[in-house]
């Protein structure tokens, strides 16, 4: 076992027919598995984790998609809320009389949704679309 790295991410966990490395941009790569030492040499090992590792760290940005998620609730929430007031004052829901129009009241509503709808697809979908890509 190489002197540089952790003994607690040295272990593999095992199955029966699966073996799981925890791995590490800060540590080096672990050493080959036992089961894993007559069909790949250490240095292809090497070479093929440390890849994976700065491929996995180049996609890896919990604290921008933490800050997005966080602006993205607060927007989803607030957007509307605010802008629900000025589309219901636009529309003259309540006319000069005090009726209230019930289809004007359901169009700013709809649209305050739409809004909400839409807010959650801009913040939202590129989230899943970055989880996705980076799956594959």
Do not use: C
């Not at 799981?20 to 007559?38: G, I, K, N």
């Amino acid at each position: 076992m190489d002197a540089g790295y952790s003994a607690a991410y040295a272990m593999p966990k095992r199955s029966v027919s699966d073996i799981t490395l925890y791995l590490s941009a800060a540590h080096p790569p672990p050493p080959v598995p036992f089961e894993l030492q007559t069909q790949i040499t250490p240095a292809v090992w090497s070479t093929r984790l440390t890849s994976l590792a700065n491929t996995a760290a180049r996609y890896s940005k919990p604290w921008f998609e933490r800050i997005w998620m966080v602006v993205g609730i607060i927007s989803s929430l607030v957007l509307p809320a605010v802008l629900y007031n000025i589309i219901y004052n636009h529309m003259n829901v309540v006319d000069q009389n005090g009726d209230v129009d019930f289809a004007r009241l359901s169009e700013s509503r709809m649209i305050t949704f739409a809004l909400f709808i839409g807010v959650l697809l801009v913040f939202f979908v590129p989230i899943a679309v970055w989880k996705f890509i980076v799956r594959r």
